[in-house]
């Protein structure tokens, strides 16, 4: 205890202080001269809505939707080069193909049956089937022959769709001057961003610091984004009524897309601004 | 002698008092405003001070107003001569699963004084393990891959050789 009050003990101890003070002093005037004081956080973007939702009164989305019983294929060991597609009819709500079988032309709607093949579905140009577990992809016949083009075999009933980071199934059709999106087109680019932009070049467009919209640099011929109309050096201003003034606007609309019903854009071409409409089916 | 006792016991308590005294906080707030300016935002529930670590709690990474990745905890810390840097469960957003990988589950990156010239970088993941080695001289990243697991998305940017999977950068 005498030894902690010694003069040279105490002098000592307040050196130590001093000494710790003047390093506290630097970092103080380090802290005030050079860093920042203010955290600097993501603004949390408001949550605004589409200041109009499209409402559709084409009686295309009927009330119920069609159940499609599942109906009990008869084992027949017939083969899908026996089919030939003769004619397709797409309307919003249903499909309806032609084939020929044994020289007996057939009318077959979705879920019906012939040679064993189930019908799942219709493009513009081809018809799909299903039989087990394999499912059959038949191009509308030309000078009077089809050609079965593709035969995969269906992983069992997984939650994802069998065609996940493949080319996509669906497509954009022109029906009456509408353009109607597949559905299973936008789910397919909502799981596969890259092949986005194999198809179409997007580039912020900046006024200032903000963000003004986007632009189209290139869209690949025959691609689906060839088909919705948008052309280069077009710039997208918002999508279904709402502003594109954010990546995170444009982020969450990307993130969403499977569950749209319709959608719109507003984009400006030659200084002109449009509005593309789409049907989603 | 006494006067090299009395030396060195200053240049300790100076050691250490400059790295307790570190204005953590803002140090931080300074690297964030650095990397405001490539786009990239840092939004955290908290944060907090040690005597020689500064721990950041919930962060959510924002790139160009997006958000990429929410991270549980990173913890820095450092007393010169030994600095680690940990990431613990890094989850990134489910829309871009198919081009990075899920989750980080741990990541550690180390400098020690024995090799200062070089960041140890041990992780493990949704991708499986990987350690490597990022060069300050050199400005190169290598970083192999010890176990693979859901890496398919991270192929394209991996080189192969006999020992496996590996990835080299320069910077």
Same mark, same amino acid.
């Given at each position: 205890m005498k030894n902690l009050f010694k003069p040279e003990m105490i002098k000592s101890l307040l050196s130590l202080l001093v000494l710790l003070l003047m390093v506290k002093l630097l970092w103080f005037v380090i802290q005030v001269l050079w860093l920042s004081a203010v955290d600097i956080d993501q603004e949390k973007d408001q949550e605004s809505k589409a200041l109009y939702y499209r409402v559709k009164l084409t009686p295309n989305q009927a009330a119920a939707p069609k159940v499609i019983k599942p109906k009990v294929v008869a084992k027949v060991q017939g083969s899908i080069k026996e089919l030939t597609l003769l004619g397709i009819y797409n309307d919003d709500d249903v499909s309806v193909v032609t084939v020929m079988y044994k020289k007996n032309t057939k009318v077959l709607g979705i879920g019906d049956e012939v040679n064993g093949f189930v019908l799942d579905g219709a493009g513009q140009n081809f018809a799909m089937? $299903?039989?087990?577990?394999?499912?059959?992809?038949?191009?509308?016949?030309?000078?009077?022959?089809?050609?079965?083009?593709?035969?995969?075999?269906?992983?069992?009933?997984?939650?994802?769709?069998?065609?996940?980071?493949? !080319?996509?199934?669906?497509?954009?059709?022109?029906?009456?001057?509408?353009?109607?999106?597949?559905?299973?087109?936008?789910?397919?680019y909502a799981e596969n961003m890259d092949d986005i932009y194999k198809n179409v070049g997007i580039s912020e467009v900046k006024n200032g610091k903000d963000?003004?919209?986007?632009?189209?640099?290139?869209?690949?011929?025959? $691609?689906?984004?060839?088909?919705?109309?948008?052309?280069?050096?077009?710039?997208?201003? $918002?999508?279904?009524?709402?502003?594109?003034?954010?990546?995170?606007? !444009?982020?969450?609309?990307?993130?969403?897309?499977?569950?749209?019903?319709?959608?719109?854009?507003?984009?400006?071409?030659?200084?002109?601004?449009?509005?593309?409409?789409?049907?989603?089916n | 002698m006494q006067m090299v006792k009395k030396s060195l016991f200053i240049a300790v308590i100076l050691w250490f008092s400059i790295l307790a005294f570190i204005p953590k906080a803002e140090l931080y707030y300074s690297i964030e405003k650095k990397l405001q300016a490539q786009d990239v935002k840092l939004n955290e529930k908290s944060i907090e001070e040690g005597l020689f670590s500064l721990t950041l709690k919930d962060v959510t990474v924002h790139v160009k107003g997006i958000a990429i990745a929410n991270i549980e905890e990173i913890k820095f810390f450092s007393v010169l001569f030994y600095s680690t840097l940990e990431i613990h469960n890094l989850q990134t957003d489910e829309s871009l699963h198919t081009q990075v990988p899920a989750l980080m589950k741990d990541a550690n990156f180390v400098h020690t004084i024995t090799s200062p010239l070089s960041i140890s970088i041990d992780a493990n993941g949704s991708f499986g393990l990987i350690n490597g080695e990022i060069g300050i001289k050199d400005k190169k990243i290598h970083i192999d891959f010890i176990e693979t697991k859901d890496m398919n998305m991270l192929k394209p940017m991996l080189t192969k050789n006999k020992k496996g999977w590996f990835y080299e950068k320069s910077f």
């Open positions: 089937f $299903s039989k087990n577990t394999k499912h059959y992809k038949i191009l509308l016949a030309k000078n009077g022959k089809s050609v079965a083009t593709s035969e995969r075999e269906e992983p069992k009933r997984e939650p994802k769709p069998y065609n996940k980071n493949k !080319a996509p199934l669906g497509e954009v059709t022109e029906t009456g001057g509408v353009r109607i999106i597949d559905r299973s087109l936008l789910e397919h963000l003004d919209g986007f632009k189209i640099n290139f869209v690949r011929k025959d $691609s689906p984004f060839a088909k919705l109309g948008i052309r280069r050096n077009d710039m997208i201003k $918002s999508i279904n009524g709402q502003e594109i003034k954010s990546y995170n606007a !444009a982020f969450a609309i990307y993130k969403n897309i499977k569950n749209v019903e319709n959608l719109s854009l507003i984009i400006t071409r030659n200084k002109e601004e449009m509005e593309l409409e789409y049907e989603i | -």
